[in-house]
């Protein structure tokens, strides 16, 4: 062992420590992650009742193009998408360029105050919401206290605004989880450039989106990236809020999953094929704002 | 001090989601189960149980362990609260994974979900039929539930038949007594429940928006199915869907019944006084009497019956469970002899948990016993247990099939869009359609 040690140049050495290192994490990843994944795909060619399986090719995969509860799902995930998030990311950068405001007083105080959303549980805060917007729910209270209604309206009963609730939720939720990338983008730039520019007269306005937008771009990259990844696997908010209702309005992808797998007679494969749509979404996505956004040359 | 602050509030923060994760409930319970049902039961006098209800079959189950204890003192049985999701979710899990030993050696399943399971997973299941459980000794219509292709699986439990509960003295108010509602029709209900609408401004009925309870509970009242007999999807065409649509949308659209969106608020609809009565499943009673102040002012009877349709009674069925013993048990004999001697041979266990968790029996020799006779006060001081019984003879059975989740859920978005204004048929259409696309799988 010494003699071959002995043998070897320095940096061969290090990248061996490196690859000593890094070998636990890999076969962890490769286990618990990489290999289920490949067999899911597997899996996806394949259908049957439980565990009954057997190898079906890409009908799985035309199946779900004609399965109008799937499509539907679908479509209320690209809902959220357009809407919830292009909204959420301008908010956060809103606030986070104000929460960056060199004068402001008690900066941390607001910073974890919209930071705390993102800390409570999934399940626990589609459950508060839920109650809000109950017929006879605090939202409803006040709507009517205030001389909006008459009588409580039943928000989650109607297919547009059982949609905005979890809009608003999700917004809620994941706002300040945002902000704080936006944040921490915000301490990069130096703050004589805001000075220089205040100087050569630019408005805030203009130093908003003259400065901040660009020299935040990566940031910005990264939270879209992000959001959009979640917004399609969003589960928890149909489950919890609204159960998928009034009629299949608020289903997601994921939830319908769960329900062929689960809650149905389970059929894995057609699952797994699903799962892989979502993924191949994502993929797709996250490519085209990579090639939109990254302007680097 | 502005980063003391700060970490001080990020610190509460954490303190508040942990609160959160604990109150949560039945996440955690969930986890200790796992562990404790790791490998089913280790020593020969010990067994592990899944079941759900604190209130009622996870109790039930704690006394069938003393009733079986003074024959077998060191005899001992490890419950395990576990939500019914969960059951489902560890059960799909472990039989798909082929890990059954995480399985315990006897769990509770849903009637309607008991055949879609043994099809989906027989190797999870132990075939009881020659176990010494004499089956004969319950209701017939209700061990059909757990008998798949002539074998018996399960050991029933609780029995859901449908009870029409109203608050004596909300109806007072309009003029009217419970007997105005024994024996009548949806029309008659709905007639009553404007008069009560518009003298009190409560409406008589509230149920859970995109669930399908009450449509099926109207539908079986009639001996109606999703399915007929082979299995196939029977809406189109269905005469009696078609009237129990026109009903619900009827009602819904009277204000006699009023949607709500989770079981809580439902269950809150009934103790908070806002509605009038309810109609559902027996076990319903057990969350009503948790409103004490509301104590004499409920009475029970059965509920109104569709009209024009043949074969319609005043008598239905909603939910109920059966006792599955696990091909993971250790000691499969064990469990045996232990159902056989409590849940399927002991009328003392049936008259113990009775009173407390009111859990109807489908055991038929307790149905003599007198403490199903005695009067109750919370209802009235009317004998309910007894009249439940009653009803539970008249029941007509029906068809779950494998697919009756795919069915309900599917019934359920008709309905709800059937009540926005949608056309009937085209919608038991859609609903048929999207069954059929299911099954073809």
Redesign the interface.
């Known amino acids: 062992m010494v003699n071959s040690n002995k043998k070897r140049s320095v940096g061969q050495k290090q990248s061996m420590a490196g690859w000593a290192f890094l070998t636990p994490a890999v076969l962890l990843i490769g286990v618990m992650s990489f290999l289920p994944m490949i067999q899911a795909l597997f899996l996806s060619f394949q259908?049957?009742?439980?565990?009954k399986m057997k190898w079906t090719g890409v009908t799985n995969y035309i199946r779900m193009f004609?399965?109008?509860?799937f499509m539907q799902a679908l479509k209320n995930n690209f809902i959220y998408l357009v809407i919830q998030v292009p909204i959420m990311l301008i908010l956060a950068l809103i606030l986070a360029s104000l929460l960056n405001h060199k004068d402001l007083r008690?900066?941390?105080?607001f910073?974890?105050?919209i930071?705390?959303p993102c800390?409570?549980?999934l399940?626990?805060y589609a459950v508060i919401f839920?109650?809000l917007f109950?017929?006879?729910g605090l939202v409803n209270n006040i709507l009517i206290k205030l001389g909006f209604l008459n009588t409580g309206y039943?928000f989650?009963?109607h297919p547009d605004s059982a949609r905005i609730v979890i809009i608003l939720a999700l917004i809620w939720r994941w706002t300040g989880y945002n902000m704080v990338f936006y944040l921490s983008g915000l301490q990069n730039i130096e703050y004589s450039v805001y000075e220089a520019a205040k100087i050569d007269g630019a408005s805030p306005i203009q130093s908003f989106f003259r400065i901040t937008v660009p020299l935040l771009r990566p940031t910005i990259l990264l939270t879209a990236i992000m959001s959009t990844n979640g917004t399609l696997q969003l589960f928890d908010e149909s489950v919890n809020l609204?159960?998928?209702?009034?009629?299949?309005a608020t289903i997601t992808m994921s939830h319908y999953i769960y329900?062929v797998?689960?809650?149905?007679?389970?059929?894995?494969g057609?699952a797994a094929s699903m799962s892989y749509l979502i993924l191949f979404l994502v993929a797709f996505l996250a490519f085209v704002q990579l090639k939109v956004g990254d302007k680097r040359d | 001090m502005?980063?003391k602050?700060?970490s001080l509030?990020?610190a509460g923060?954490?303190v508040?989601?942990l609160t959160?994760?604990g109150?949560?409930g039945s996440?955690s319970t969930a986890q200790t189960g796992d562990k404790k049902g790791d490998g089913g039961a280790k020593a020969t006098n010990e067994l592990t149980v899944w079941c759900w209800d604190p209130a009622f079959n996870l109790y039930a189950m704690k006394e069938a362990e003393k009733v079986y204890q003074k024959d077998h003192p060191d005899f001992k049985l490890n419950v395990v609260e576990t939500p019914w999701?969960d059951i489902?979710?560890k059960l799909?899990t472990a039989?798909?994974s082929?890990n059954l030993e995480s399985l315990p050696d006897i769990m509770l399943l849903q009637d309607n979900a008991f055949q879609?399971n043994v099809?989906?997973?027989p190797d999870a299941f132990q075939d009881i039929t020659g176990s010494g459980v004499d089956f004969s000794k319950f209701a017939k219509a209700k061990t059909a539930y757990s008998v798949v292709e002539g074998k018996n699986y399960g050991v029933p439990f609780d029995n859901g038949s449908v009870v029409g509960c109203y608050r004596t003295d909300i109806l007072k108010e309009a003029g009217y007594t419970v007997d105005d509602f024994k024996d009548i029709t949806w029309s008659q209900y709905q007639e009553m429940g404007e008069k009560i609408l518009a003298k009190t401004g409560k409406p008589l009925l509230s149920c859970q928006?995109?669930e399908s309870d009450l449509i099926m509970m109207m539908l079986q009242s009639a001996g109606g199915s999703l399915f007929d007999k082979d299995g196939k999807p029977d809406m189109v065409g269905n005469a009696t869907l078609k009237k129990v649509m026109e009903t619900y949308a009827s009602l819904v659209k009277s204000g006699v019944l009023?949607?709500?969106?989770?079981w809580?608020?439902y269950v809150g609809t009934l103790t908070n006084s806002?509605v009038g009565g309810t109609i559902n499943g027996c076990w319903i009673m057990a969350s009503i009497q948790t409103a004490e102040d509301q104590s004499g002012n409920w009475a029970i009877t059965n509920m109104p019956k569709l009209e024009g349709v043949e074969g319609a009674t005043n008598y239905s069925n909603n939910g109920g469970s059966s006792w599955a013993v696990t091909s993971a048990s250790k000691n499969p004999e064990l469990a045996y002899d232990f159902l056989s001697k409590t849940f399927a041979g002991s009328t003392e266990l049936y008259e113990t948990i009775l009173p407390k968790s009111g859990a109807m029996a489908t055991y038929l020799p307790v149905a003599e016993s007198k403490v199903y006779g005695e009067p109750q006060k919370f209802f009235g001081d009317k004998p309910v247990y007894s009249m439940i019984t009653d009803f539970a003879s008249k029941v007509p059975s029906n068809n779950t099939g494998?697919?009756y989740?795919?069915a309900r859920?599917a019934v359920?978005?008709?309905i709800?869009?059937v009540v926005?204004g949608s056309d009937i048929d085209a919608e038991i259409k859609?609903a048929e359609?999207?069954v059929n696309?299911?099954m073809g799988?």
Request: charged share 20%.
């Open positions: 259908t049957g009742i439980g565990n004609k399965d109008p509860v008690f900066k941390g105080l910073r974890t105050a930071f705390l800390a409570t549980s399940v626990s839920r109650s109950a017929v006879d039943n989650l009963g609204t159960n998928g209702g009034p009629a299949n329900n797998s689960f809650k149905y007679v389970p059929n894995f057609y | 502005k980063k602050i700060a509030l990020l923060a954490m508040v989601s959160a994760c109150t949560g996440g999701k489902q979710t799909t039989a798909t082929g879609k099809i989906s997973y928006a995109g009023i949607e709500v969106n989770d809580d608020q806002t494998v697919y989740y795919e859920d359920a978005t008709a709800t869009k926005a859609n359609d999207t696309f299911a799988k």
